[in-house]
């Protein structure tokens, strides 16, 4: 009986095991900045993450492999529980020489007959972004679906195609990345929403509210640094001096 106490002491503090299910387009550029707050302000919280697509999520959520996923918001929401976080805008990714980067803002007929790079299928995002091609007159590469946003990120900065891409990842790691710009996009629905998403019946939804409410302010104040500037004139000499060194012959003794 002491023991059972002491374990239900622990989950109503948000400690224990929590097993979150996340999307590998939020995860990795969310919860790294709220790990270090949670863990100080919950040491006893063991958080089991595994990353997913969007279904597989849903899907395993449900089942009860999961007890709380880190995903955008479902279409089927019968027995769930759905905490909104924040919004998350979606920006446009081209190669810094494209000639739309000349633009502060594009609009989506500027993306006519473009070639649109995406995730795989199963993505909530890569959804958005047939939707976006079509609605574009773009043509969508199907021969070159990305796995990864980073894997999306270097085929938009060679030239392949152009993107939509979340801020978190843009904030993450499109700002640092000379050879890609983004843009703002004139569409009525270039965001999506951020939530964390639980049964109904689950016992622990206290816990996963206090767990929402820290990921709602770490989102919105990594949304917050979010400034879109222009690539420079020396950023795009680096790049094109990076371009150009890749190709050069290698000395053999290294």
Known sequence: Q????????????????I???????????????????????????RLYVRELRT?????????????????TQPDQTDGLVIEPL?????????ASDHPLAKKKTIGIGDLAQEKVLTLESGHYL????????????????????????????????????????????????????????????KVDDAARWIALIWRKSSPR???????????SKRGKALLSELSLKPKTAGQAARRKSISSASKRPRDASR
């Open 205 to 215: 939804s206290e816990d996963f509210l206090s767990l929402a409410k820290l990921l």
């Open 2 to 17: 002491e023991l059972e106490d002491v374990v239900r002491a622990a989950e109503k503090n948000l400690g224990g095991l």
């Open 19 to 45: 097993r979150l299910g996340a999307l590998p387009t939020v995860g990795p550029y969310l919860l790294p900045s709220a790990i270090p707050e949670l863990h100080a302000t919950h040491p006893q919280l």
């Open 126 to 185: 890569s959804a958005r972004v047939r939707g976006f091609a079509q609605a574009a007159h773009a043509q969508i590469l199907v021969d070159y679906e990305g796995t990864s946003l980073d894997g999306l990120r270097q085929m938009v900065g060679l030239g392949m195609g152009v993107s939509l891409f979340p801020a978190l990842y843009v904030h993450a790691e499109i700002m640092s990345d000379d050879a890609v710009t983004v843009r703002d996009i």
């Open 55 to 71: 279904v597989d999520l849903e899907a395993r959520l449900r089942e009860g492999g999961f007890d709380v996923i880190l995903s």
């Open 86 to 94: 924040f919004e998350e805008r979606l920006l446009l990714g081209l």
